[in-house]
């Protein structure tokens, strides 16, 4: 079912709205699709933040920075992923 839309009055910084159009237009979304997709995904974070508060989560975000950071050192997924593959294919090629 298609919601209805309503026109929007935003002041916004001209520079940074002419360097966003110019990636959107590359990707054949407008300004609009944008800012919807925008306040869609806040409501989205409203819905997170409850589930959290009721199941007891802590919630944070990160920068790329600090998820880098926190990384477990020594481990190599691709190593892992492979060791994994290959146990599994061992295991099918009994049967």
């Known amino acids: 079912m ?16 002419r360097k966003v159009k110019s ?10 699709k944008l800012v919807e997709e925008l ?6 974070l409203e819905v997170l933040d409850r589930f959290c508060q009721q199941l007891g989560l802590e919630k944070s975000f990160f920068t790329n920075f600090e998820v880098k950071a926190r ?15 290959d146990e599994r294919s061992d295991r099918l090629s009994r049967y």
């Open 71 to 85: 990384r477990l050192r020594g481990f190599k997924a691709e190593e892992i992923v492979r060791e994994a593959r």
């Open 23 to 32: 990636k959107l237009a590359m990707e054949g979304k407008g300004l609009s």
């Open 39 to 44: 306040l869609s995904t806040y409501d989205q």
């Open 2 to 17: 298609m919601e209805g839309k309503i026109k929007v009055t935003l002041s916004l910084r001209e520079d940074l709205v």
